[in-house]
């Protein structure tokens, strides 16, 4: 690992093409050393969407390479905050470019706590990728706090803080994480580029002109509402397009009845994972440390459950065929207050035939996700988006805007129930008199996909 | 699986979002059974292009994705033929659109069997993953065969006949496997809409609109050979930019010398690896079935590669880390006839210094990669381009094409001398002294990053 | 001119390379000959957008360009619903691809009666371009209705049906004219490439898939409803960024005077515009003739703009220069009910810094230029967008749309008031003295482009 | 016109929205004023591609389009050389930010005294663009000229030195004029984007990050050599696909035909044009002025032509019709050296048919037009690419790219003999039988749109 002073430049700007930003541009070799780290590395190895690209095919990128993307925007947006509002004396509210090394590193490194699978990971394993964020900056063990300490001592605690949010300069906060920042901006216009859908293609260039700063944090000229209210359209597009998906919500649940299968069996004594699940025996064990989350990635999950389609007990195989093999659990939409007692005789008529309700059921809610359509009033005035007008003044997006305000807190969920796809679609022959009108009645209760309270014939 | 009769249609078009194509339309319900296979479905978890992704972080697409575009290409082109040049009589050299569903299935599966790595793999293994391929289609055993066997008995056979190119039809054969293929075209543009560069990006459009049948195979009309010179432009830039890169070559020689020294470790002391490569053993002890190859993938790799790094050894615990944390050898060029006893110099210097040269030099060439620029001389007349006239005598390409005769046969290849980065870039302070005098001789025989016969200081 | 038969297809399909649809498709030789007649080769020298490349340089294109374009989107919907959607018996709702070529026709020719700056032109000489595209078609002059006769004598007859909305099928008016017609998805995407916003970027393709024809007319899948949201706002922000841009409105405003100033003088009897409008006079006679009509094109306005330069008339002259040097008019936004005093105030200071207020000032409102948005409760159900669900069943977009919902009639007109630019931004030197006063006052009546009713200082 | 000081930013950049690059930015007042100025504007009214959007329908944009996009490169190359090769002692080759003013100035305005239909105006009138954009600089009566004094009183000489290649520093100079300069790579891009070809799609950015300065003007790292190839590459293309395509051609020889047709009359009998080509009369008179030039532009001359359809000469009439309404003369290839004797005959031939040779046949090489291919050898030293090494030394470029090398002066012209279509295409129904053996022996004379010297039946 090379030495090298606080905010050392590179002798020649150092670039990575890249298919969303053309290039990612790196200038100081902190961030260089930072991206050439083990634990950055490993964000290759880890997808940005989960189980998306089961669904979206050309889905398949990384963390990582959504990591450069989100350094690349804020490093832009500082050129043009350095550019075009410098501060010239304390509180005046405008930009120290001072912060600029500490906001880099901060937004390249916001996900690298992220595991495999990591939302439904941490169901199972109460992780947290934000905490494991923190750890690997602060811990004295990581490549990634020894390139950041030197820097200066402190510095690994100031990029800790702004991933907590807890760093005193507002604006560096909301850089990284706010209801537009850098983070976002890059992932719906690289989970739209990846996944070959075009409503998250919002004007990324006219936002970046319009983005400044001000005591509080960051705020944008009013000449750009439309192209504000055109980022929120692209991203509730994004999340009721792609995110919310129902064959990738399908997928992720035959993965938590599957990760939830093995822990229950490695929980009650039954050894066997031992020599096919040796990462993850620390996790079921509730003892793992920072290195051993950090072996772990997608494809140490998936050679794992490679291995568990021979184990001895038929529902660990059975998930993780599914799993592998691409098997979304089917899936019809219901009203929690209306529907309720009718899910729980479909889920009945399940049980009949045979299958665990435990692992081959399941109720979800897309609330359940990474949520993060724009809803001010539930989240505290620090979430909304403000415009400044002409005369210094700021006024809230949703105000001006009829279509934000028609998506302020007013998007219902999407809850459904999830079942195995042969329900209703068909076993295979010798199976077939058996379920008949078991499958008969199933399908009674479900009309245009949806599940209906009062079936035609009971 | 359902069961289906020859060439049945889906009541309704199913479609996959593409971002190169579009959509990927299946209308044939074969063809969506294949796509759910798990043999096809393997293919998600295999890179499309290796080490490239460390090199252009955005090109982290699988073969999966590819191979659904060589399925849509084919699908348009067949389209196309059906309309404009249907046969009507025996031998009138048009086309017989009974060949579709054939040919659908071949461009589809024709990346069946490649495995992990597989230019890398096969070299240590003594794989063939086009073998494999036609194995994975006529093995009673997978589910592949089930599906082709559906259509006919003699289905499957025909499909591999089409992969191994013995099949009657030569436009067949050619449409799947020539020098304007439909594999080469998608996966031209979907390398570089990944990677994003724009060096692959020439119009298909055009080109499906003058690709046409004959007797002997494919052709293209006269009026489109700007088009088709475009494409082979695209195609010389893709290799010379993007494939042949020294850097995705550095970590393919890393990968090499790992697996090869995983190997001489297991067939040396047999025990070492048994619990951390159970997967790879069958092809250590070169007793592999059909059913071992297929539970191979990138993760399962780079999973023994992750428990590597703690073995005991210290050249595949290093080589591991290297791999997995991205530390690329460097390499400098060199021409075999005037600099061979140079590069013996320097392999002699690096093992001064400490390094096994077996497992930290390496000779590459980049003729070496799957390279198939246009060489219509060295490969016989089957593979040349030729041009439909109106008068329907053919001419090559080359003839008319200054720019394509500059790259006939012509193209010289890139011989590099690879070796660990540390060696002219430094290493820990604690070795400096040590090595001081060999880096500094090292250097002295490199200029402009190639050798120089006669180093002026010696 | 050839003759033909009734549908004639051409030997081979002819196409033009169209930078928005990849490529126009023609494969009628009625339709052919209609692009290669004069009144249609007239469009190329008409701009699609009016003023608007005085704002947006990038969008010169012409209504030729964007009638290529309606034609190619009808030619793929017809494709679409013949391959998927063809009748089997009468009434059945279906389509009837005996109806294509009528369509076409119709999609072609929709605009053929544009006049150069129709919307200004159609107010100062009352005409109507949708009647004189009529009476293209009808007229026994025309190159168009002799084509159009070739096909049958009753075709030119059905094709002005079309155009009129008398056509018995409500399916073809619908394709060119609806909430979702081929007319609009054109011009947005079109508008959208030649500006270089990306507003207008919907995702045709999407919507292809789920329009399907019914009994009452076209009809959407609801599997497609959040693509035809993203219709909706991509309209609503090209309204809003584009169209009623208030420079591309200075400009007009200037045009409009401009040319009423002309008609005014020649109405006074003031013969000078004789040798520099002839192509002019038959409509400041009200005694126009179809042949005079087809001889106008924006190069024969501009082309007497410039003549009248030289006028003597001062207004003329002045106004002439500031159309073709590009001064348009500066606006500020006001609220008719509360500011109307006040714009009665500032009119009478421009009047008496020595302005004719007729000629020099403007009250305009983006809602009379001839767009709309989408708000089907004002216009009848014949406008609403209704969507297709499972059961058949049709439910009105705004119903399931929040997004669609919020702009349906609640999105205000943008009223301003126009004036010469150096009223607020400063005369030449000679002036300053004089008007220095008035000018001040002025100003104290405007903050932030919009006019305050009770000023500061009086 | 507001006065200002050297080099004056503006308070606030100003953008324009372009399709090609995103925005142009200006910050200097001098730039926003010359594009405010009449002679500047002037150029939305005269198409960049005259006769190509008879072919490319959607390549209609102006010369105004291109010169910001000039200008823009120009300024993005401005910041690069100032960031990375400022000038620290004179002569040291590097970049001296002071030359950015004249240099952004003489991009913007180098296409300034382009007329309408320029290559054809040039050769009937003797005009020449480029003296009159020196001129138009030069002029104390032209506002071009008063914006720029208002730098100081030698600038406009300065910006006009640029122009004329006379300027000092060479690295100015050939930044708007030499084999890779702001103007080739802005109108490559532009012509691609608005034809909707793909050809001219090279990259851009990374020329923009090799392209830097040295003693002598302009070179590229070495290393962006494939960048510099395919940039080649695509200039290439688009010569051979768009600026040399037929039916353009065939365009511009009825224009040049029209024209000289008027111009003889005018000679011959002076009065005739008087009322309907007034600003063409000092052109004609061989007497016309730098503010006559600045009349014309498109719609001026398509005005008269417009006039000129009921002109009682019937050649002036036919060709006026066959331009307006594009009724491009046909071609055929051939070798001048082999073919000539046949070309006389094919000429007799059409005089036989009643034709006028003069004006209804044409022999023109594309090498006529103003468009050049890579050819370092013929040129002189000044206009080849020169690629700098690590080492600081030059390399030609075709010296080490076999592409460029295959393109340098080998690619040959093509000369074709133009007549009207319906010498081969058939007459109307009267006069099939009077010419019918008269076309049959004409066509006897072709193959595949080539002149066959010994045809085989006479």
Not at 115 to 128: A, C
Not at 196 to 223: E, K, Q
Not at 233 to 245: A, I, P, T
Not at 315 to 328: E, H, I, V, W, Y
Request: aromatic share 12%; charged share 25%.
């Amino acid at each position: 690992m090379e030495l090298f002073h606080e905010n050392e430049l590179l002798p020649k700007e150092k670039v990575f093409r890249d298919p969303v930003h053309g290039y990612i541009h790196v200038q100081h070799r902190v961030i260089l050393d930072l991206i050439n780290t083990k634990e950055f590395q490993r964000l290759r190895r880890i997808k940005q969407l989960g189980t998306s690209s089961f669904t979206f095919h050309g889905a398949e990128h990384s963390r990582f390479n959504h990591s450069l993307g989100v350094y690349e925007i804020t490093r832009r947006i500082c050129d043009k905050f350095e550019r075009n509002y410098p501060t010239t004396s304390p509180d005046d509210g405008l930009w120290d470019d001072r912060e600029r090394l500490v906001t880099l590193c901060a937004a390249l490194l916001h996900d690298l706590g992220h595991g495999p699978f990591s939302h439904t990971f941490e169901k199972i394993f109460n992780t947290d990728h934000e905490e494991v964020t923190i750890d690997i900056i602060t811990s004295p063990d990581t490549e990634v706090h020894a390139v950041l300490k030197g820097v200066s001592s402190d510095f690994p605690n100031q990029v800790a803080a702004v991933i907590a949010k807890t760093y005193p300069n507002p604006q560096v906060i909301q850089l990284i994480s706010s209801q537009i920042d850098a983070d976002r901006m890059d992932y719906l216009l690289r989970d739209a580029y990846y996944s070959g859908v075009t409503y998250g293609m919002f004007d990324l260039t006219r936002i970046l002109r319009v983005i400044r700063p001000y005591a509080n944090g960051i705020t944008f000229d009013f000449s750009g509402m439309h192209a504000i209210e055109d980022y929120i359209v692209s991203r509730y597009q994004m999340y009721m397009q792609v995110y919310f998906h129902p064959v990738s919500r399908g997928m992720e649940v035959v993965l938590y009845h599957l990760m939830r299968r093995a822990k229950d069996i490695y929980m009650d004594e039954k050894i066997e994972l031992k020599n096919t699940a040796s990462f993850l025996e620390p996790f079921f064990n509730q003892s793992w440390t920072l290195k051993d989350y950090l072996r772990l990635d997608d494809g140490v999950l998936t050679t794992y459950f490679n291995h568990w389609i021979d184990e001895a007990d038929p529902t660990l195989s059975d998930l993780a065929g599914r799993f592998l093999n691409r098997k979304p659990f089917k899936s019809v939409r219901f009203e929690r207050d209306t529907d309720w007692e009718t899910v729980q005789a479909l889920q009945s008529l399940i049980e009949e035939m045979g299958y665990n309700p435990d692992y081959y059921t399941s109720v979800n809610n897309s609330f359940d996700l990474p949520y993060d359509l724009y809803r001010p009033h539930q989240s505290g005035s620090r979430t909304q988006i403000e415009l400044m007008q002409k005369n210094q003044t700021f006024i809230e997006l949703s105000q001006v805007s009829p279509i934000v305000s028609s998506l302020t807190g007013k998007v219902k969920g999407d809850e459904r129930l999830f079942f195995p796809r042969e329900i209703t679609h068909g076993f295979s022959l010798e199976d077939v008199n058996l379920f008949e009108n078991l499958t008969k009645k199933f399908q009674s209760y479900i009309e245009n996909d949806e599940i209906i309270s009062r079936p035609t014939h009971k």
